[in-house]
C-alpha cells in the first residue's frame, strides 16, 4: 500500500478535488497530472498533493490560462521563480486587456445594431442582418 496520505482511489480523488473522472485521466494524458504507479493486484492511489495540483490547475483555468500555460505555471510552482511567474502573468494580463477592448467594442456594435433592429418597425430589411452581410 502507498504512503498514509495517498489513500485515494482515482473516484475519491476526483470528488475531492471537485472535478469529474475523466479530467483527472485527460489531465494525466496532457501531462499536467502524473499517473501513480500500479502495485501489482492492486489499483492506483492518490494523495493529497495531486488533490492540490488538481485545484491549482482548476484556478489557473478560471483566471483564463490555457492548459498549455497551466504546465508553464505548474514548471514555476515551487516558488522560487516569482518573477518569472509575474512575468507571463503580465503578459496574460495584457492579453486579457485586449481582449476586454474587443469585448467592449463589440458590445458597442451590437448595442448600435439592436437599437437600429428595434427602431426599423415594418422595414423589409433588419439592420442587424444586412450589417453582417457587410450592406
Known amino acids: 500500500m502507498g504512503k498514509p ?4 482511489t482515482i473516484g475519491a480523488f ?5 472535478v469529474n473522472l475523466e479530467t483527472i485521466r485527460f489531465y494525466q494524458r496532457k501531462g499536467l497530472l502524473p499517473e501513480p504507479d500500479k502495485p501489482y493486484g492492486s489499483i492506483r492511489r492518490y494523495g493529497d498533493t495531486d488533490v492540490a495540483r488538481v485545484k491549482f490547475i482548476k484556478s489557473a483555468q ?3 490560462f490555457s492548459l498549455d500555460e497551466v504546465a508553464q505555471l505548474l514548471a514555476l510552482e515551487d516558488g522560487t521563480h516569482c518573477s518569472e511567474a509575474a512575468q507571463f502573468a503580465a503578459q496574460h494580463l495584457a492579453d486579457v486587456r485586449g481582449r476586454l477592448k474587443d469585448l467592449k467594442r463589440m458590445e458597442t456594435v451590437l448595442a ?3 437599437a437600429q433592429c428595434h427602431s426599423h418597425r415594418g422595414t423589409i430589411t433588419c439592420p442587424l442582418i444586412a450589417s453582417l452581410h457587410g450592406r
Not at 496520505?5 to 485515494?8: D, V
Not at 476526483?14 to 471537485?18: I, L, P, Q, T, Y
Open 62 to 64: 478560471r483566471l483564463g
Open 5 to 8: 496520505s495517498e489513500q485515494l
Open 112 to 114: 448600435r445594431l439592436v
Open 14 to 18: 476526483a470528488k475531492a478535488a471537485g
